[in-house]
């Protein structure tokens, strides 16, 4: 990156380490960093993922929409199934997929659940008409992806893999950095993010938040939740964590 990005900190919400990907990512671009994570990832109710595991054979398709879906399912099932095809939201899902050996028939141009359906769309002959999906999902999974498939004829599958829930953050450290101000942005790689930290702050101190240090989403799904709060976010140039981390250098060194 040319030119010299403002030294103000930027707010990672992600459910990730102080130096998870995303923080990586960013202080490489030579940001600082703060970590605000306002969700936590934790292992869902085994028994439902378990039962559609142990009938693994009978999915023509299954679907991943995150790293934490993959690591619920391969820590069960690490050799990929004979028959069912695989489908995954994002490079990043995809590639945790291949680098522990599971093919992936299926990727969509964007990282969304939208360009998932469109792609299955493309591709769905009347013959898949009945198929059988098996979608491991997040706990707070939106209905998009399912409801898509079942629109195309498919037998949706779907099971709670993880769980996302809100995390425990020092909501008077938080506080205090928004009243002295000089936060440079907030990252949000999530719907459940936005939720979750407006929920800890309190509606009024979020978009005090805000209003200060401008909103990066990873997606538009997740920039869809800010804007039902009346708060505009600049979207990710691609739907992954660099380019997250890219579009937040671009918006540091455009303020004044």
Do not use: K
Not at 12 to 25: F, I, K, M, Q, Y
Not at 54 to 65: N, P, S
Not at 174 to 203: K, M, N, Y
Not at 222 to 232: D, N
């Amino acid at each position: 990156m040319s030119g010299t990005a403002p030294a103000r900190p930027v707010v990672v919400t992600r459910a990730e380490a102080a130096d998870g990907p995303l923080s990586r990512e960013l202080r490489s671009l030579g940001l600082e960093v703060i970590s605000w994570p306002a969700v936590s990832v934790t292992a869902g109710d085994a028994g439902p993922l378990e039962a559609a595991l142990a009938r693994l054979d009978a999915f023509g398709w299954i679907v991943f929409a995150s790293r934490h879906a993959v690591a619920a399912v391969l820590d069960r099932v690490p050799a990929p199934p004979l028959r069912a095809r695989i489908a995954a939201v994002g490079r990043a899902t995809a590639l945790t997929l291949t680098q522990r050996g599971w093919p992936v028939h299926l990727t969509p141009a964007e990282a969304n659940a939208a360009a998932l359906i469109n792609a299955f769309a493309g591709e769905w002959r009347a013959a898949d008409t009945g198929v059988e999906v098996l979608y491991p999902a997040s706990s707070r999974a939106l209905p998009t992806i399912a409801a898509g498939l079942r629109a195309l004829g498919a037998v949706v599958t779907q099971v709670e893999a993880y769980r996302t829930e809100g995390a425990v953050l020092d909501v008077g450290a938080c506080r205090a950095w928004i009243e002295r101000g000089g936060l440079g942005a907030v990252t949000f790689a999530c719907p459940s993010a936005v939720t979750e930290l407006a929920r800890a702050l309190g509606e009024r101190d979020f978009a005090r938040l805000l209003e200060a240090a401008p909103p990066v989403a990873i997606g538009p799904t997740t920039a869809r939740e800010l804007a039902a709060r009346g708060l505009s976010a600049t979207l990710a140039e691609s739907a992954t964590l660099r380019g997250l981390a890219v579009t937040t250098y671009r918006v540091m060194q455009t303020r004044p």
